[in-house]
């Protein structure tokens, strides 16, 4: 297949950063539309920043519409919305809803979205219940192709400081050993590359891939 062109949500965050980076080295992608809320300063050739209000379906589409394939890594904390669930909600389920219409609606090739393990529709944890509706959503719309992540703890260097997940980081690996495989953690590069690999091995349909598939992909 030609070298495609490609549009990143998220990409500021710790796996979008890594998609970011392992995609500007691979001649596979020409093109990455760099989707933000802010000015992302780049000037690497093939990273188009688009500067968009989140809110505002019409632009999130507008920065889809000539993509092969379109990542989500979009996603916040309870700190960060004030532990505003409605807040919350339109972030993770709005924005990620939008961006898979939009990639209905122009016949994205693949669309890779970063949900987490344990997501459960119906679940009694808030955080797990809003992650297993999004991809219950998303399922619905049968993309030609949708890729769902579910990683569990993310290991690697975040520009914002998480000192519970930073303690979180340092003994669970220890442990891991003891833990259910899909809650592992694992490596936020690896989900990132895995990411990568699967949309350019052009699958049909849907797959949910956890810590094991993850890896293997990897």
Avoid at 4 to 16: D, Q
Avoid at 102 to 118: D, E, P, Q, R, W
Avoid at 163 to 177: D, N, V, W, Y
Avoid at 199 to 210: F, R, V
Wanted: contains cysteine; glycine residues 4%.
């Amino acid at each position: 297949m030609k070298s495609v062109e490609i549009t990143l949500f998220g990409g500021t965050g710790l796996i979008g950063t890594f998609l970011k980076e392992e995609m500007v080295k691979d001649s596979f992608f020409k093109k990455i539309n760099f989707v933000t809320r802010k000015l992302f300063n780049s000037n690497h050739r093939k990273i188009t920043n688009h500067i968009i209000d989140f809110s505002n379906y019409e632009e999130i589409s507008n920065t889809i519409k000539n993509s092969d394939f379109v990542f989500s890594a979009i996603g916040t904390t309870q700190s960060k919305v004030n532990w505003n669930k409605d807040e919350y909600r339109k972030i993770d389920y709005d924005i990620n809803s939008n961006i898979a219409l939009a990639c209905k609606k122009f016949k994205v090739k693949n669309f890779s979205l970063v949900s987490t393990a344990g997501a459960k529709y119906k679940s009694d944890n808030f955080y797990l219940n809003l992650k297993g509706e999004i991809e219950k959503n998303i399922i619905n719309m049968n993309l030609l192709s949708t890729s769902i992540y579910r990683p569990s703890l993310l290991l690697g260097n975040r520009k914002d400081r998480r000192i519970g997940e930073k303690i979180a980081q340092f003994l669970m690996p220890k442990f891991s050993f003891l833990m259910p495989e899909i809650y592992k953690p694992i490596k936020a590069k690896n989900v990132a590359i895995s990411m990568i690999n699967v949309s350019k091995s052009m699958q049909k349909g849907l797959k949910i891939y956890h810590y094991k598939e993850i890896i293997e992909n990897s």
